[in-house]
């Protein structure tokens, strides 16, 4: 069965400040991967995916991500952040009919 | 271009009540999943469905939830005899075809149930 584990359950960082948010995943097949964005009392905004080819993915407001298959893991990462970047940010594996979702991470943005 | 249409947005129900949430997937779109999201966890897949016909219902309770997606209007996912643990939000996400890497679901706002 596959899983998505996501270590941090919450990461505090001031503005303009680069961030990693961790994820690993365990699958024994093809995996396609995911990053969702949840802003409060919303729904989950795709940020970015990963399905084949190149290994550093780019997604949308300055997020990228980076496909690393010996370390099973797919962090996202942004190398200067805002206030508006605080929210909770889900990695997924697709299952393939269903996504697995990890339990999230916070990310708090202090000015 | 409306997106996946879920309501209501909150819903307050008693417990033994049953609760009814809606979602209108995005036009053109006939795939439809179902996610609980209980507090402070993840989102947890409960049931896939296309028109009429239910594809994966692997993560649903075994009792007292079911789901439906007809020809005509929303998806309806029903909880009957509610306990407090059913509090939660739940999302409805769409797709056009089956998902896969091509086609990520799209989400709806969800709705957050809560239980007296």
């Known amino acids: 069965a596959q899983s998505v584990t996501q270590l941090d359950s919450q990461v505090p960082v001031f503005e303009e400040a680069p961030v990693e948010l961790r994820c690993n995943y365990s699958?024994?097949?093809?995996?396609?991967l995911f990053w969702y964005v949840q802003y409060p009392n919303q729904g989950l905004q795709l940020l970015l995916k990963?399905?084949?080819?190149?290994?550093l993915v780019k997604g949308i407001n300055g997020f990228e991500a980076e496909f690393n298959k010996s370390q099973t893991s797919f962090h996202l990462r942004k190398p200067s952040v805002h206030i508006s970047d605080t929210a909770e940010y889900f990695c997924?594996?697709?299952?393939?009919?269903?996504?697995?979702f990890g339990t999230g991470t916070r990310l708090q943005v202090f000015p | 271009n409306a997106g996946v249409m879920q309501n209501p947005r909150h819903l307050v129900r008693r417990r033994g009540q049953e609760a009814r949430l809606r979602c209108s997937p995005m036009?053109?779109?006939?795939?439809v999943y179902w996610y609980r999201q209980l507090p402070e966890e993840g989102l947890k897949f409960m049931v896939y469905?296309?028109?009429?016909?239910?594809?994966?219902e692997s993560g649903m309770p075994k009792e007292r939830f079911s789901a439906e997606f007809p020809k005509e209007g929303p998806s309806i996912l029903r909880i009957q005899q509610v306990v407090r643990g059913d509090s939660a939000a739940y999302f409805c996400?769409?797709?056009?075809?089956?998902?896969?890497?091509?086609?990520?679901?799209?989400f709806g706002d969800g709705t957050r149930l809560s239980i007296l």
């Open positions: 996400a769409s797709s056009p075809i089956p998902p896969g890497p091509d086609q990520p679901q799209h």
């Open positions: 699958s024994s097949v093809s995996v396609y």
């Open positions: 990963y399905l084949s080819g190149s290994t």
């Open positions: 997924a594996v697709s299952d393939p009919d269903k996504l697995i």
């Open positions: 036009k053109g779109h006939s795939h």
């Open positions: 469905l296309q028109k009429e016909n239910i594809i994966d």
